[in-house]
Antibody, heavy 121, light 109 residues
Framework: EVQLVESGGGLVQPGGSLRLSCAAS????????MNWVRQAPGKGLEWVSY????????YYTDSVKGRFTISRDNAKNSLYLQMNSLRAEDTAVYHC??????????????WGKGTTVTVPS | QSVLTQPPSASGTPGQRVTISCSGS????????VNWYQQLPGAAPKLLIY???QRPSGVPDRFSGSKSGTSASLAISGLQSEDEADYYC??????????FGGGTKLTVL
């Protein structure tokens, strides 16, 4: 079964750091690009970051540039998000999602249930 | 403020057909394909439609998608109570990022 399981969320004070992990199983992780997408309480989905299969290409949404770093370890089938200088507005459920790009079609086809990050104001 | 624009709510009675619109721009919907996600309460988003009008295996054919220019729409026919959920449109933007709509809460009356 294709599965993504996030971990590492928690309560952290403003200015603090947290490292999220996403464990992949049931597919060839090293062949896929991956994303982090977050959802603030009662709000919609917001894309956070993207990483290519070989880690050569990384993209970030403007609000996290310089604070968050996406990485992966293909040998461990794992995706990471290092979050520094956390702010109250970073409070959200963070999902990892598999990214498919084929024949000019782009979509995220598998999502994890998410891990919750809370930064009090 | 989401990059893609969706109505915040939609509703219908069982058996009805409802549509949800999604408006974008030339850099996202206008030049890339549109995807739709269904999010049931307390659950992870689930891919419902990809590449404008394709259904992943297991998604009922009651769900259909279309795209024209910089707009897209999701149609749900034969509405069922279990369709009550939040629906999000999404597309890749040429500025190298994924964009989403703000989400539409579908209520089955």
């Amino acid at each position: 079964e294709v599965q993504l399981v996030e971990s590492g969320g928690g309560l952290v004070q403003p200015g603090g750091s947290l490292r999220l992990s996403c464990a992949a199983s049931g597919f060839s992780f090293s062949s896929y690009t991956m994303n982090w997408v977050r959802q603030a309480p009662g709000k919609g989905l917001e894309w956070v970051s993207y990483i290519s299969s070989s880690s050569t290409t990384k993209y970030y949404t403007d609000s996290v540039k310089g604070r968050f770093t996406i990485s992966r370890d293909n040998a461990k089938n794992s995706l990471y998000l290092q979050m520094n200088s956390l702010r109250a507005e970073d409070t959200a459920v963070y999902h990892c999602a598999r990214d498919l790009r084929e024949w000019g079609y782009y979509y995220m086809d598998v999502w994890g249930k998410g891990t919750t990050v809370t930064v009090p104001s | 403020q989401s990059v893609l624009t969706q109505p915040p709510s939609a509703s219908g009675t069982p058996g009805q057909r409802v549509t949800i619109s999604c408006s974008g721009s030339s850099s996202n919907i206008g030049s890339n394909t549109v995807n739709w996600y269904q999010q049931l309460p307390g659950a992870a988003p689930k891919l419902l439609i990809y590449s404008n009008n394709q259904r992943p295996s297991g998604v009922p054919d009651r769900f259909s998608g279309s795209k024209s220019g910089t707009s897209a729409s999701l149609a749900i026919s034969g509405l069922q109570s279990e369709d009550e959920a939040d629906y999000y449109c999404s597309a890749w933007d040429d500025s190298l990022n994924w964009v989403f709509g703000g989400g539409t809460k579908l209520t089955v009356l």
